[in-house]
């Protein structure tokens, strides 16, 4: 979890109905994660069920994402924040949450485009804003947006509803201050995600496979 997507997914859920029951995928907590990366306080009240491939902190539920051993129109909300790079058919992976999601359910999106290779347990992709918009081609309304440089964001975020009609007037002002606050130079783009404690993390990992 960063603290970028963390701020996304609070102005998502001041913003725009978040039906419940909501289920997030790749909730697991990872080292130096345990706490900041639990999302339920944002959600106060809701039935917030975390899931991921592994058990562990924050995993109410093992779950494969490219077979949820879920009924049809079960979510009211489903959460893949920086979970698609790590699964492996994402194509899958997305046909099945649809599947999962009742009308008018929300989907919700974040994804890395440049960021290190990072490992919980593999990393397959990077997703541009045009590939959210491919994903997100099934869901209608949706919204696709990013953050960084508009020719090379380092972020790239995204919403969609299994039907519906939902107004962007609280949410369009948030984001643009969220898409202005998370802008970086150029240079400074890979870094994107390196605050704490997701960066820590990530560094420590880093420095271990350098002294082997």
Same mark, same amino acid.
């Given at each position: 979890?960063?603290?970028? *997507? ?23 907590? *990872? ?127 995204? +919403? ?27 240079? +400074? ?24």
């Amino acid at each position: 979890m960063r603290a970028l *997507v963390k701020e996304f997914v609070r102005l998502v859920a001041e913003t725009l109905p978040v039906p419940e029951p909501i289920y997030e995928f790749g909730a697991l907590q *990872v080292p130096g994660q345990e706490g900041f990366a639990d999302l339920r306080p944002l959600f106060p009240g809701r039935e917030y069920v975390g899931c991921d491939l592994r058990p562990g902190p924050g995993v109410d539920r093992v779950l494969d994402l490219h077979h949820i051993a879920l009924p049809d129109e079960t979510a009211g909300t489903v959460l893949l924040l920086d979970t698609l790079e790590h699964v492996e058919r994402f194509w899958v992976a997305l046909e099945e949450v649809r599947r999962i999601l009742r009308p008018g359910g929300l989907l919700l999106l974040s994804s890395v485009m440049d960021f290190p290779i990072h490992d919980y347990p593999a990393d397959y992709w990077r997703f541009t804003p045009e590939g959210f918009r491919a994903l997100l081609r099934p869901f209608e309304p949706s919204f696709v947006g990013y953050a960084g440089e508009a020719d090379a964001p380092h972020t790239v975020v995204g +919403w969609g509803y299994r039907g519906g009609e939902e107004s962007l007037e609280a949410f369009l002002p948030r984001y643009r201050r969220w898409q202005k606050r998370w802008r970086f130079p150029w240079g +400074w783009r890979s870094w994107a995600a390196l605050f704490l404690p997701a960066g820590l993390s990530l560094i420590r990992r880093r420095l271990r496979r350098a002294a082997r």
